[in-house]
């Protein structure tokens, strides 16, 4: 399994980015797929995550209306569009599995996280 995380940056508050995942090593369309990000001095906290056809996707309150997942099955990625982004927004951010195929709750559960990226890490400062 690898999952490969791009797109973080140093932006100022307001302003937008963009956050891509590649995934291989495993069917990626067999698994929801999650967006997970760490603050500084925090623990690591889920931001939001999608059904495996796309349908369904689940905000944490923190970002919801800020951010939206996104998912594409034929090029096996997974991207979060971050809009008017603040300085708590601050943190790593990873992308990560779902530990088992054909599975999806809108509660979520650290125990369904499977394998996670190296991070790309976002910076809000002005």
């Known amino acids: 399994v690898q999952l490969v995380e791009s797109g973080g940056g140093l932006v100022q508050p307001g302003e937008s980015l963009r956050l891509s995942c590649v995934a291989s090593g495993f069917t990626f369309e067999d698994y929801t797929m999650f967006w997970l990000r760490q603050r500084p001095g925090k623990g690591l906290e889920w931001v939001s995550y999608?059904?495996?056809?796309?349908?369904?996707?689940v905000y944490a309150d923190s970002v919801k209306g800020r951010f939206t997942i996104h998912r594409d099955n034929n090029n096996s990625t997974v991207d979060l569009q971050m809009t008017n982004l603040q300085p708590e927004d601050t943190a790593v951010y990873y992308c990560?599995?779902?530990?088992?195929?054909?599975?999806?709750?809108?509660?979520?559960?650290?125990?369904?996280?499977?394998?996670r990226g190296q991070g790309t890490q976002v910076v809000v400062s002005s």
């Open positions: 999608v059904h495996r056809y796309g349908r369904d996707k």
């Open positions: 990560a599995k779902q530990r088992t195929s054909f599975t999806f709750s809108t509660r979520f559960s650290p125990a369904a996280l499977g394998a």
